[in-house]
């Protein structure tokens, strides 16, 4: 037979319904749920049997700490419900459990006085105690002063819901931390204060300016980003061409502690709750642009992401400091001993103690970095004419130069430096790898010898000159090995583009054949290819996971393959740590990561 539905119990459904309408209420939310994104402990109330809640007669309790303990024995409608769990929040917001030693009678029933009257004007619920029509004005720590010599007026002793006992209980005050950013109780009902206004505003038909289309023009992160504009020549062409996003929900999702930037977009990512002085704002904003205009997000290279951007935030804020760049926040990254060193070179030094520099917080938050990798969700792409590499170059090099010739003053060393470097871009990977297979493969020399004569010269025959001729001596012909990654994983276009580059590099120098060997759960050895069918005609076998090491080993070990032959190891960065002990290089697709360090050549394929 089946089991018999057990009926909703009303008085349960009374009191969840109450506090649902609390919670989600504009000037409750921010006490409910983190407005940092952080996940930590909030307001929570339970509903349950409680022996010491009935004994004082008491509706709830409300501790230190966000719990809310209510009665279940008290038959409650929703609307008294409701007035019961707003009275124990805002005891919370007005901070009345913060820093109290002991909560002594003339304190509580002062507390419950200031709360009770701010309750008559947010009219949410009905008060199931009876609360006098006429509340005092005046504040609750002049009138706990005064009852405490009087005593408390038994018309203001019933406006608590404690029962015979107070309804505050004391508890470790509640506090969020998240790099520079510290919201207690009071603060997120300011923010609870602003929201519910705001609601109200919009409910009266008022049009208030969207967070989406980013900060009013009057808040101090758009500001800073004005300055820079008309103030600052080295970095206006870079700040006229960045969007400053200061959406709440978005810095929640993304967990954005103070900022963060995508280079992509060309857009700021701020979190309008972090408060922060005018200079300080500037800071942070040429901070970010800094990070973006460098192109930190495309120099990860086999680098560890987060140990780079560290490295990074070291560099770009050391700079600041020196230039006098606004105001540095607390706790950011700064260490005046890495001054002059470039990135690359605080990288090498913070990877001796990865344990210590992976619990450090960038301005996005603690073990997240402040370069991302891509837009937002809901962002677009920046509107440019032209490519990124070259708005980013153009907007610091003609900023270096107008700040030069207005003798704004002297610029870090460094920075100046890796302005110039961008004029210079790197070579492309093809270019690199044809230079690798120059290094390897030097192409056979020729002669000049009189056993053949110059054709070119066949008008004057009677004049001997030599001609070019190939040695005829037997000469070693030169291989190469090929590990290649077949997990399926790599993309069809960059394996093509690599394997092609490959094969004609090796024509153009006259070697012969590769020895192919396909790697993924196991090593699949395809022997000796000549170079013009490894790209045409070589087919992938594996599907597995990609374990390079065994396919590194049986070309190492092969009897038939040279000791000096040097390898070349296609792979997408989803695979082992390998070891080879003969000269090798890498190619692997941009953006990837090798899970090592490597000790050669990485060509980097787009």
């Known amino acids: 037979m089946p089991r018999r539905q057990t009926a909703p119990d009303p008085w349960r459904e009374a009191f969840d319904h109450a506090y649902r309408a609390v919670a989600f209420h504009p000037l409750f939310r921010p006490l409910y749920y983190d407005p940092t994104g952080g996940g930590l402990p909030r307001v929570w109330g339970h509903w349950q049997d409680s022996d010491a809640l009935a004994r004082t007669g008491a509706w709830a309790w409300v501790h230190g700490d966000g719990f809310i303990a209510a009665n279940k024995r008290k038959r409650g409608t929703a609307d008294e419900w409701m007035w019961v769990l707003s009275h124990c929040v805002l005891h919370l917001g007005f901070g009345h459990l913060d820093g109290e030693p002991t909560i ?16 008559a004007g947010l009219k949410l619920g009905k008060p199931p105690v009876e609360v006098p029509a006429e509340l005092p004005t005046t504040d609750e720590a002049v ?29 470790r005050p509640y506090v969020v931390r998240t790099g520079a950013l510290s919201l207690g109780w009071t603060d997120r009902f300011a923010i609870g204060l602003a929201a519910a206004a705001t609601d109200a505003v919009e409910q009266a038909g008022e049009v208030r300016h969207r967070e989406s289309d980013g900060p009013p023009p009057n808040s101090p992160w758009e500001q800073a980003r004005r300055w820079f504009v008309s103030s600052y020549p080295l970095l206006a062409a870079l700040a006229a061409g960045f969007r400053i996003v200061a959406d ?78 606004g105001e540095m926040p607390e706790d950011v990254l700064y260490d ?12 090498d030094r913070i990877v001796r103690d990865m344990r210590r520099f992976r619990k450090l917080a960038t301005l996005r938050g603690r073990g997240l970095g402040d370069v991302l990798g891509g837009p937002l969700p809901g962002r677009g792409e920046a509107c440019r004419g032209l490519d990124l590499d070259d708005y980013y170059r153009r907007a610091l090099q003609s900023g270096l130069v107008y700040h030069d010739s207005n003798g704004r003053g002297l610029l870090p060393a460094g920075l100046v430096d890796e302005i110039r470097v961008l004029d210079q871009p790197p070579l492309p990977w093809d270019a690199q790898l044809a230079r690798w297979f120059d290094e390897h493969f030097p192409a056979t020399e020729k002669r000049r010898s009189y056993a053949r004569p110059s054709r070119r010269q066949g008008s004057t025959p009677d004049i001997p000159r030599p001609g070019w001729v190939t040695p005829a001596e037997v000469v070693r012909r030169p291989t190469f090995g090929v590990v290649l990654d077949t997990s399926g994983s790599m993309s069809s276009t960059l394996l093509g583009k690599a394997l092609g580059a490959i094969a004609s590099y090796a024509l153009a120098r006259d070697v012969p054949a590769a020895r192919v060997v396909f790697c993924d759960a ?30 590194v080993n049986l070309l190492e070990r092969a009897d038939d393959f040279p000791a000096d032959g040097p390898i070349l190891v296609i792979t997408d960065g989803y695979c082992d740590t390998v070891r080879i002990r003969r000269e090798h290089a890498f190619c692997v697709p941009a953006g990837a990561t090798l899970p090592f360090t490597p000790r050669a050549p990485v060509f980097w394929l787009r």
């Open 522 to 551: 196991v090593a699949y050895d395809a022997g000796y290819l000549p170079v013009e069918e490894i790209a045409g005609r070589v087919r992938v076998r594996g599907r597995g996971g990609t374990v390079l090491q065994p396919g």
């Open 104 to 119: 002594d009678p003339a304190y509580a029933a002062a507390c419950c006085v200031a709360v009770a009257r701010f309750q």
């Open 336 to 347: 005046p001993e890495l001054r002059g060193l470039s990135s690359e070179a605080v990288y």
């Open 248 to 325: 709440r929900e978005l810095a929640q999702a993304w967990e954005i502690s103070i900022a963060a930037v995508d280079a992509s977009s060309a857009e700021i990512y701020v979190n309008p709750l972090v408060r922060l002085s005018d200079m300080e704002c500037r800071f942070i904003i040429a901070h970010e642009m800094l990070h973006a205009a460098l192109r930190h997000a495309d120099r990860v290279a086999h680098r560890d992401p987060f140990l780079w951007n560290i490295a990074t935030d070291y560099v770009i804020n050391g700079w600041l400091v020196e230039m006098g760049v």
């Open 143 to 171: 009138l706990a002063r005064r009852w405490r010599d009087t005593g408390v007026p038994s018309a203001y002793a019933s406006c608590g819901i404690g029962g015979v006992e107070s309804d505050l209980r004391l508890g």
